[in-house]
């Protein structure tokens, strides 16, 4: 059992309220670490340091220097992915296979954004006046705040963090009271890969906290990954100190099987698509809308494999689905499928999980609900859980409708052998990201991000540096009249 501190100004501290939160492992419900809670003092006292490294070292620091221990830290990521790994699987229940490939692509995401740290210059403008100069200057945006949720918190502040110091910046981080083991481990990386102190700071805490850090007068910029709820009243923070913002929120994502799929295929991705970090992922494709002439087929495969999935200890490589992250998840996803069941849902498979040896853990099957209508609240709210919603459809034009009517707009997924169907229904999804006869793959080149209640701001690929920097244009009158 390990208390753990703040990280501030690179030195490790306690709360200035005396105040602990527990970690609370969702296999076992077992305490198996405490991390503070930050009080207004200790938020004040990591502006502060960021801000000072920002203004006396970090903003002079050379782009190549910055590279360098971004690199470093992305291999020191690579080399303690496994024990990471085994921290965050502990800490949020996802499986270890799951947790240690995510330090991996976290570990790309630092080294695909340091090669852009020596590479911000900005360009010379022709004016229509000759004698006039014109140049821009591409600036770090100051302090900036990174809040982020407990589904994958490596990943997520990867998504930040990576771009935010290329960029120049310092930043303070506040991780999810559900997960915030791993952002705390994190620092002693970042502090070996020989970064200033005062350019990455972490407190912890729960709302209270990051409400008090995004009203904060010394922060520059926010970013945050969370439900849209909290995403609302961060933008409404962010807009009384006029300070830009980056919303990555929820999500209802469908994923489309039109007949004409490579079938076998098409299912592997469905099935890996709602029940990978069971569900509890912002692009989860938690609705499948199949063609009609197919969908006995897909259902009866669908379940198939949904009940043959290997719940367990998230810690074993054997293990294909673990826990949910915590209580308040596990109450809110068994209260959807009731939900589901009384709107008149087929609930097909899946539920509460009552296997010997998993009693303490916070199991929900993988469940699988057939024949659900668009309106109901299964196929509209998101649940962030193991919970798919199987909608049938007739025609292309009914499934893009049907799939576009949601609120949210962060991904979706398309199968077909058809080309031109492929580009056509792409182009039609309003959505972020549109993936085709693939599913919930990644790359750091590649930007994410939502439309509609999904969010807005790019993070991963070059689009992300944007989101954390500020142009400056520089005009010099170059004539010799007096
Ligand atoms: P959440 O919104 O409850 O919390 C996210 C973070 O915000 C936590 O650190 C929390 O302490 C903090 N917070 C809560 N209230 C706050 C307030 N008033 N002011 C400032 N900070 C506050 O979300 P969650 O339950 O941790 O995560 C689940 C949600 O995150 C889902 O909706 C999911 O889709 C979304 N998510 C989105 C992405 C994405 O990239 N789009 C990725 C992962 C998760």
Same mark, same amino acid.
């Given at each position: 059992?390990?208390?753990?501190? #703040?990280?501030?100004? %690179?030195?490790? *501290? ?11 492992? +969702?296999?076992?419900? &077992? ?89 911000? $210059?900005? /360009?010379?403008? +022709? =004016? ?6 014109? $140049? ?9 705040? #990174? ?44 502090? &070996? ?12 805490? @729960? ?21 849209? %709820?909290?995403?609302?009243? *961060?933008?409404?923070?962010?807009? /009384? ?7 990555? =929120? %929820? ?39 199949? &063609?009609?002439?197919?969908? !006995?087929?897909?259902?009866?495969? #669908? ?11 998230? #810690?074993?490589?054997?293990? &294909? ?34 296997? +010997? ?17 668009? /309106? ?5 709210? /998101?649940?962030?859980?193991?919970? =798919?919603?199987?909608?049938?459809? !007739? ?13 949210? @707009? ?28 693939? $599913? ?9 991000? @939502? ?9 991963? @690929? ?21």
């Amino acid at each position: 059992m390990t208390d753990y501190r #703040l990280f501030i100004g %690179g030195e490790w *501290i306690e709360s200035r309220s005396g105040r602990r939160l527990d970690a609370v492992n +969702p296999f076992n419900q &077992e305490v198996w670490a405490t991390v503070p809670e930050a009080d207004p003092a200790d938020v004040d006292r990591a502006v502060a340091a960021a801000r000072r490294t920002f203004d006396q070292t970090w903003s002079k620091t050379s782009g190549l220097a910055r590279a360098q221990m971004m690199n470093r830290l992305a291999d020191l990521l690579d080399q303690h992915a496994h024990r990471m790994a085994v921290l965050e699987s502990t800490d949020n229940g996802k499986v270890i296979r799951e947790t240690e490939n995510q330090m991996h692509f976290a570990a790309r995401n630092y080294r695909f954004f340091a090669g852009y740290a020596d590479k911000l $210059y900005g /360009e010379v403008i +022709p =004016l229509d006046n000759p004698a006039l100069l014109d $140049y821009t200057l591409r600036e770090p945006v100051g302090v900036c705040a #990174l809040i982020i949720a407990w589904n994958s918190p490596m990943q997520l502040l990867a998504n930040k963090l990576a771009p935010a110091l290329a960029a120049g910046n310092t930043v303070v981080v506040k991780p999810s009271e559900h997960a915030s083991v791993t952002t705390l481990e994190f620092a002693k990386l970042v502090e &070996e890969a020989g970064f200033p102190a005062g350019v990455f700071n972490v407190v912890t805490g @729960g709302p209270a906290v990051g409400d008090y850090l995004t009203r904060h007068p010394g922060v520059d910029k926010i970013s945050f990954t969370g439900g849209p %709820g909290t995403g609302r009243v *961060i933008a409404r923070n962010a807009s /009384e100190n006029l300070v830009p913002v980056t919303l990555e =929120l %929820g999500g209802k994502s469908p994923n489309i099987i039109f007949a004409d799929a490579n079938l076998p295929r098409a299912i592997t991705g469905a099935v890996a698509g709602i029940f990978a970090a069971s569900g509890q992922s912002c692009i989860a494709g938690s609705r499948l809308l199949v &063609e009609r002439a197919v969908y !006995d087929q897909v259902m009866d495969e #669908l379940v198939r494999r949904a009940r043959r999935i290997r719940l367990g200890n998230p #810690l074993e490589p054997a293990t &294909e689905m673990g826990p949910v992250a915590n209580q308040p998840q596990y109450e809110r996803i068994l209260d959807r499928i009731e939900k589901g069941i009384t709107e008149g849902a087929r609930l097909v498979t899946g539920g509460t999980v009552k296997d +010997p040896g998993l009693e303490r853990g916070y199991f929900i099957a993988p469940t699988v609900f057939g024949d659900v209508a668009p /309106e109901m609240t299964i196929a509209q709210e /998101e649940i962030f859980g193991p919970v =798919l919603s199987v909608i049938p459809f !007739d025609n292309e034009d009914q499934a893009v409708s049907i799939a576009n009517a949601t609120n949210y @707009g962060l991904a979706a997924g398309v199968w077909t052998e058809n080309l031109s169907r492929a580009h056509r229904v792409a182009r039609a999804l309003k959505a972020g990201t549109v993936w085709v006869n693939t $599913y919930r793959t990644s790359a750091a080149q590649a930007p994410f991000g @939502g439309v509609k209640r999904s969010g807005y701001g790019r993070e991963r @690929g070059w689009h992300a540096l944007a989101e954390y920097l500020v142009v400056k244009n520089v005009m010099i009158d170059l004539s010799q009249e007096c």
